[in-house]
């Protein structure tokens, strides 16, 4: 196949439907524009005569929500790494995925490289505002392996401020506790003779990190809010 015996897919699409090329381009974006069976995002894609083009029934001219991704974190892994079509997690495949949804994503409240489970990315300023905003009203729910002895009174002394600490079994720690700094919970733990082995979010705000599994992510819901 030659550029000399093909057609940009926007063309052709303008062409068949018929449209403007300007909503061409948006239906291909969206994903709406099948080749031979083959969904293809890129206006610019070159499409032979014998090729089947087809419009997804659903198409829509509406303009494409921005997206908002909760991942699963590994430790010790790069979140944005992990962020592949392959990677969506399996019970959360309601909603179509596009390429475009992993352009542009912003990440949110950060997890530090050894920490796991709940990170956030979004392509939605609002989203990202709230939560640079009000992250450090946002209360997080955090799970702490340790090893070590805890001094005396050492988890009254954790629950001084607003934070809340409870023992989840002998050598795990919950944290409640609103914006995080970076190392503030390995500090805390140092200081009432404890070393923190796993660092774990499993909730910002109302946002929970649910069953989703290690290294997998979905996406944001409408009715979800943090």
Known sequence: MTEDTTVRLAKRVAEQIPCSRREAELYIEGGYVLVDGTVVE??????????TVTLAPDATLLELAPVTILLNKPAGADALRCLTEETRSKDARKQRF??????????????????????????????????????????????VDVEGTIADNGLAQ??????????????????????????????????VGLKATAVKRLRIGR???GALPVGEWRYLQGYERF
Do not use: Y
């Open 98 to 143: 596009l390429k475009r949804d992993l352009l542009n994503l912003t990440p949110a409240l950060p997890l530090e490289a050894a920490a796991s489970g709940l990170f956030v990315f979004t392509q939605d300023f609002r989203v990202a505002r709230k939560l640079v905003d009000d992250g450090a009203k946002m209360e997080q729910e955090i799970i």
């Open 42 to 51: 890129e206006p610019g894609a070159r499409v032979a005569a014998e090729q």
């Open 207 to 209: 946002i929970s990190m």
């Open 158 to 191: 954790l629950n001084l401020g607003a934070t809340k600490v409870s023992w989840q079994n002998e050598r795990r720690l919950r944290f409640a506790m609103k914006g995080p700094k970076p190392s503030q919970i390995d500090k805390m733990c140092h200081a």
